[in-house]
């Protein structure tokens, strides 16, 4: 152990007190209130013989949950939203990464020895706060309040040095040429704007026509583009929230109930409503708009003795405030809460009676005369006043948990050996018949990638007994037919034939008719000869990147390479674009710029590389999954996402 090597050199002694320091900073593991409920050690997942248990998964899902709650400005999240944003499973397959790192590790022999964790912890920035020691006994109180314990950090630190070390070994190889550096140079600077002139060919769709022979022609050349891929039909029995939900009624009692215990979200907070009056102070030399800072004060205190010997406030705005926004309105800013304006407004706002004016008031903006309206106190609606708020909330409260009932119920019925027809009798649900689904395509009812990817890993009569999650519910399938691969019939694909070739010859008349455009345009100007063929010029609303749409004409490879390479004033040659063919001429560019290239180029190798080995490091654990079984132990994790709901 990398402790017992601490004491065998004194050196490294203090090593353990910053072993201390990082458990508090990095691993920050917080008890899990209601452990006691389940049962911590109990495995949850398995990744090859490495086990995931119930306690590791229900820290990691606080600590992510933790994380959102504060994205989320502390708001406690509910069920629902936390099934939204699919919290459980990024938790999972957070955890199942990490047993894929120590196992790809062990395969290819790799190791962390206690004298490496020691001399990172010694030497790691990360661990010092002020180039200082905080103290042992400061760093142990810290320990003992996070619950963790030194072994526990040891091996968390341990593991993290070993998948930077496996990291680095499989994206090793990963590099940044120069002209990959340029491209990125290119995206992120390089801007244009353009005059273009679109010829859709949507209109011309219409005129043309694909006849029979040309149909069973094309048919006959091509059948093999045509090839109609495997297909998977399932039987499924669908618990629809949305039709469970039509039958839920809610009562009184419900909303008295859902009222008292989130009485605190609907609390308003105190507001002030208010007018100023304002003038600007430049914020330099050479600014446009504002005046010097003394000629500002002397105005606004011009303004501030007017309005105190008796001018009406809104009449002197009007007349003088600086304010774009509210001079209109008489300096009116509306009713705001503590914090919406910058500090100073706020505090002076905030400190007047209603009715009151203020002193001059300076803030970044210049110089304000307020006067305070009216102020709202803090204050908590009736129920009465936001009973109707509550009742589509309670409605799909009490709608999730019916359909969460149902589910259960049903995989309850499954798990005892029922059939899915069986398990729908008994709860009230019919068994239905998709229809053929190919491999990666997603329909209604069965919207999940994960489902459908299982309809392809299973045999024919096989019932999957975890139902899987969906936009309208939760679906039970079981996999009914298997329709191979085959080459259609003509009947089968014609209309898709036809439409390939009415397409072909919309866009051979749009390009024909964007090469009569150019001809014309290079003698006249792209304006009068696109007026000439009843055409539209337009203009991009100003320069433009790359990988941004270029006015209507949208994006693509090569629109862009044409929009970037085309010189300034130059017509290009008809580009195809995803509706038609354009023409199009630069008016402005900020072109490349080699100089600020090669200053820039160190720090955008540097990013470039760094986001290479990520994707390489992500397509390797990928690549790991195939390696190792993944058990997910249904039973297991029903119960721990009972607790944590």
């Given at each position: 152990m990398a402790l017992g090597f601490m004491r065998r050199h004194r050196r490294w002694l203090y090593v353990f007190l910053w072993l201390v320091i990082a458990a508090f900073i990095i691993l920050y593991i917080p008890a899990f209130e209601g452990e006691s409920a389940g049962s911590p050690g109990q495995t949850l997942a398995l990744v090859g013989k490495e086990p995931i248990s119930v306690g590791e998964f229900q820290r990691a899902y606080l600590r992510q949950r933790q994380f959102y709650e504060r994205l989320y400005?502390?708001?406690?999240?509910?069920?629902?939203?936390?099934?939204?944003?699919?919290?459980?499973?990024?938790?999972?397959?957070?955890?199942?990464?990490?047993?894929?790192?120590?196992?790809e590790a062990r395969r290819l022999r790799l190791d962390v020895p206690d004298v490496a964790v020691a001399r990172m912890l010694a030497t790691s920035p990360e661990f010092q706060e002020n180039g200082r020691f905080m103290g042992a006994g400061e760093i142990k109180r810290r320990l003992e309040l996070q619950g963790v314990t030194v072994p526990e950090f040891e091996e968390s630190l341990r593991r993290r040095m070993l998948r930077d070390q496996l990291e680095g070994l499989v994206t090793q190889a990963a590099g940044v040429s120069a002209p990959e550096a340029e491209r990125e140079f290119r995206r992120r600077n390089e801007q244009v704007k353009a005059e273009y002139v679109l010829v859709d060919a949507t209109p011309l769709k219409a005129e043309a026509t694909a006849t029979a022979d040309e149909v069973k022609a094309r048919f006959e050349a091509r059948r093999?583009?045509?090839?109609?891929?495997?297909?998977?039909?399932?039987?499924?029995?669908?618990?629809?929230?949305?039709?469970?939900?039509?039958?839920?009624?809610?009562?009184?009692?419900?909303?008295?109930?859902?009222?008292?215990?989130?009485?605190?979200?609907?609390?308003?907070?105190?507001?002030?409503?208010?007018?100023?009056?304002?003038?600007?102070?430049?914020?330099?030399?050479?600014?446009?708009?504002?005046?010097?800072?003394?000629?500002?004060?002397k105005i606004a205190a011009g303004l501030l003795e007017e309005v105190k010997s008796g001018a009406d406030f809104a009449a002197v705005a009007k007349k003088s405030s600086e304010d774009q926004g509210s001079v209109t309105n008489g300096g009116d800013l509306g009713c705001f809460p503590r914090g919406r304006m910058v500090p100073q407004f706020d505090e002076a706002v905030f400190a007047l009676e209603p009715g009151s004016t203020s002193d001059l008031v300076k803030s970044p903006f210049g110089y304000h005369v307020i006067r305070l309206v009216s102020r709202r106190e803090e204050q908590v609606p009736t129920l009465s006043q936001v009973k109707e708020r509550i009742r589509p909330l309670v409605t799909n409260q009490k709608a999730e948990a019916l359909t969460a009932q149902k589910t259960e119920a049903i995989a309850l019925s499954l798990a005892k050996g029922r059939s899915l027809e069986q398990a729908g009798n008994e709860h009230g649900f019919a068994v239905q018949k998709s229809a053929p689904i190919a491999r990666g395509e997603v329909k209604e009812p069965l919207a999940s990638a994960s489902l459908v990817a299982r309809l392809f890993e299973i045999k024919v009569g096989v019932v999957e007994k975890e139902g899987f999650a969906v936009p309208r519910g939760a679906v039970f399938v079981a996999l009914a037919e298997i329709q191979p691969s085959r080459l259609p019939e003509l009947k089968e694909v014609e209309e898709k034939v036809k439409t390939e070739i009415v397409e072909e010859k919309a866009f051979a008349g749009a390009s024909a008719q964007a090469g009569e455009l150019r001809a014309r345009a290079l003698t006249s100007g792209l304006e009068k000869a696109a007026a000439a063929l009843k055409l539209v010029r337009k203009e991009t609303p100003g320069l433009v990147g790359r990988g941004?749409?270029?006015?209507?004409?949208?994006?693509?490879?090569?629109?862009?390479?044409?929009?970037?390479?085309?010189?300034?004033?130059?017509?290009?040659?008809?580009?195809?674009?995803?509706?038609?063919?354009?023409?199009?001429?630069?008016?402005?560019?900020?072109?490349?710029?080699?100089?600020?290239?090669?200053?820039?180029?160190?720090?955008?190798?540097?990013?470039?590389?760094?986001?290479?080995?990520?994707?390489?490091?992500?397509?390797?654990?990928?690549?790991?999954?195939?390696?190792?079984?993944?058990?997910?132990?249904?039973?297991?994790?029903?119960?721990?996402?009972?607790?944590?709901?």
């Open positions: 400005q502390g708001r406690p999240l509910d069920a629902a939203m936390l099934r939204r944003l699919g919290l459980e499973e990024q938790v999972l397959q957070g955890l199942v990464e990490d047993r894929l790192v120590l196992l093999e583009t045509y090839r109609i891929p495997e297909k998977r039909v399932a039987s499924y029995l669908l618990v629809d929230g949305g039709a469970l939900r039509a039958g839920v009624a809610v009562t009184d009692r419900d909303l008295e109930a859902y009222y008292q215990e989130h009485r605190e979200e609907f609390k308003e907070e105190e507001q002030a409503c208010a007018s100023h009056i304002l003038v600007k102070v430049k914020t330099d030399p050479k600014a446009k708009e504002g005046h010097p800072d003394d000629e500002a004060k941004q749409p270029l006015g209507d004409l949208g994006t693509g490879a090569a629109l862009e390479e044409a929009a970037f390479s085309l010189p300034e004033k130059e017509l290009s040659v008809p580009v195809r674009v995803a509706s038609g063919y354009a023409v199009l001429r630069v008016l402005e560019k900020k072109a490349f710029d080699p100089e600020a290239f090669a200053r820039e180029q160190p720090s955008l190798v540097a990013s470039l590389k760094q986001q290479k080995r990520g994707q390489l490091f992500q397509a390797y654990l990928n690549l790991a999954r195939e390696r190792y079984v993944i058990e997910r132990k249904a039973d297991a994790f029903k119960r721990v996402m009972g607790q944590e709901r």
